[in-house]
């Protein structure tokens, strides 16, 4: 099963300059999903990250499976994320093993470990080109969304 970008929209909440998927392009419901990532120079951080030496911020790269996480989440639970946001409660065990520059396509890998009251843990990791560039396990908490 695939989802493209307008689908994707449906179930998170987060938007340009903030919305870190493009598409997703595998999901084994409820225990895993392979969302994509490209990465161009026209990303806003690149301006400051490093000035010649474009690289993708790794707290992005974080926030990039959180959010692939939080499709697999609603998925999972067949909700759209209208009422609700899954935010992030935790980073366990992150580790960076190579950069991430622009013209790189991130593949990212979530699994999920469990679900209990509206906490989620999910076992993650980022590739380019088959190569393991981040790995972490991330926590996120459903809450209910609140417009104040």
């Known amino acids: 099963m695939e989802m493209n970008i307008q689908e994707v929209m449906r179930y998170l909440p987060h938007r340009y300059p ?22 161009t120079i026209n990303e806003p951080f690149f301006n400051g990250h490093f000035p010649g030496l474009p690289v993708m911020p790794g707290v992005l790269i974080l ?4 959010q692939a996480s939080g499709i697999l989440y609603y998925k999972s639970i067949d909700k759209l994320s209208i009422n609700t946001v899954n935010y992030l409660a935790g980073i366990n065990d992150a ?39 981040c790995s972490a396990e991330i926590m996120n908490a459903a809450k209910e969304a609140s417009h104040d």
């Open 18 to 39: 903030f919305l870190l998927i493009d598409k997703v392009v595998s999901i084994d419901l409820p225990r895993s999903l392979i969302a994509v990532k490209n990465v």
């Open 63 to 66: 926030e990039a499976l959180a």
């Open 95 to 133: 580790r960076f093993k190579q950069v991430v520059r622009p013209g790189d396509q991130l593949f990212l890998h979530v699994e999920l470990l469990k679900v209990k009251q509206g906490l989620s843990k999910f076992q993650c990791k980022a590739f380019v080109n088959d190569e393991l560039v």
